[in-house]
């Protein structure tokens, strides 16, 4: 950099003031590592530093040891506000914990970490200092980032899992977790706004440990940022992840793919069935108004029902997932598919209205649901196939 150039314009100062963070802690009977783990906390977050927003930790457990009057005892200690929720039945293990504790928190920012001091606290404020700088909506702490580590993975085996199962969750979410590295992260904060997106979409259900994997799915957070860290060994206690934990996430995965087919395939019948009625009516019009032949006529309504579906398929159900940019070369692709299945509609309605006897209109309706099942499969899989990454 020169010394000769001009000096910056100030900006004018913008008071805003910090966000607020909520850490939300799940324990599985942790008394040995609690006092360590708040220390450290509160010396991450003083409460009295300069610029510091509001900070307060609240633990999620299922213990069967004492874990939550160890933390009720070093709260008193600590200079931030810390409470325990022990949960009288553990639903939905590690992950049901920490969805439970998010809705019980109000700050603007959610920080999810182990109790067992494997994600240094040390990198609380950076997480969020990402989030803020970067305007993301999930900044996630990565063992697989430039700089990162997961050596704190006790032995092969477990790494081996490990990267086993990072591998299978992007390739079985390519979009979702596209700009995510290290998805079986238990490490990271989110805002609000994103979780409750995902709770008023189709509400949180996770399955074992992968809460993260979760997140991204179902809230679709807008922008992500990630941090390297160093997975560390665990303070003291034992590790309660075990092999049922592998299937369960196995489960978790299907569940959450399935999910998301099962909705489009809601939208596109909502859509497809809507479709019918400018369909009939243009159909109806066209018979009665003009005394049109009801095979031209459904030709023609038929564009009126498809450009119909076009418009909300395309700008609704299927935004992010476009292979093709421009918007009339997909029309067009659309209209080609959609006029296709005439081939099979008109000698299907010539057959109901001659040999059934059923007017035009009714056996249009008819073969409208037949041939309707045929279109969804084919531009599912066929037309918005998904892009990998
Ligand atoms: N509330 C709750 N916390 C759990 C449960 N299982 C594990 N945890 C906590 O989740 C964190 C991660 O668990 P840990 O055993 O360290 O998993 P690992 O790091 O994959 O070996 C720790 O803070 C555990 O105490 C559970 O069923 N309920
Ligand atoms: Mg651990």
């Not at 603007?108 to 997480?127: K, N």
Request: hydrophobic share 45%; glycine share 8%.
């Amino acid at each position: 950099m020169t010394t000769s150039s001009p000096l910056p314009v100030p900006t004018p100062a913008v008071v805003t003031a910090p966000p607020a963070i909520s850490l939300v802690v799940p324990t599985f009977n942790e008394a040995a590592n609690i006092d360590e783990l708040l220390s450290r906390i509160c010396a991450a977050l003083p409460p009295d530093a300069p610029g510091a927003g509001a900070v307060d930790v609240l633990f999620v457990d299922d213990s069967t040891d004492n874990t939550p009057e160890v933390v009720r005892d070093a709260a008193l200690r600590c200079p931030i506000p810390v409470a325990v929720h022990h949960r009288p039945e553990p639903h939905g293990g590690l992950g049901g914990a920490v969805v439970e504790g998010i809705t019980r928190t109000t700050a603007t920012w959610i920080v999810v970490m182990d109790a067992d001091l494997q994600h240094p606290p040390g990198l609380i404020p950076e997480l969020i200092a990402a989030g803020e700088r970067t305007g993301a909506e999930l900044v996630v702490a990565s063992r697989y980032a430039d700089g990162g580590s997961r050596q704190g993975l006790a032995g092969g085996y477990r790494m081996l899992v490990s990267g086993a199962s990072t591998l299978v969750a992007k390739a079985v979410f390519p979009r979702a977790l596209h700009a995510v590295s290290d998805p079986m992260s238990g490490f990271f904060a989110i805002r609000r706004e994103a979780v409750e997106r995902g709770l008023s979409g189709e509400g949180l259900r996770p399955l074992g440990y992968k809460i993260l994997l979760e997140l991204a799915v179902r809230c679709r957070p807008r922008g992500v940022a990630e941090l390297p860290y160093e997975f560390g060994e665990r303070f003291a206690g034992e590790s309660k992840s075990t092999l049922k934990e592998g299937l369960r996430f196995l489960r978790h995965l299907a569940l959450l793919r399935t999910a998301e087919s099962r909705a489009r395939m809601i939208a596109f019948g909502l859509v497809g069935a809507s479709g019918f009625l400018p369909n009939l009516a243009v159909l109806w019009l066209l018979i009665h108004g003009t005394g049109m032949h009801y095979v031209p006529a459904e030709i023609i309504a038929n564009q009126a029902g498809l450009l119909w579906n076009f418009l909300i398929i395309d700008s609704l159900v299927y935004r992010d997932h476009r292979r093709q940019h421009r918007r009339s070369l997909r029309m067009l692709s659309f209209g080609a598919l959609g006029n296709a299945d005439l081939v099979v509609r008109i000698p299907l309605l010539a057959l109901l209205v001659t040999a059934a006897g059923i007017p035009p209109v009714p056996a249009t309706a008819l073969s409208l649901i037949v041939v309707f099942a045929l279109r969804f499969v084919i531009v599912d899989r066929v037309l918005y196939r998904r892009r990998q990454a």
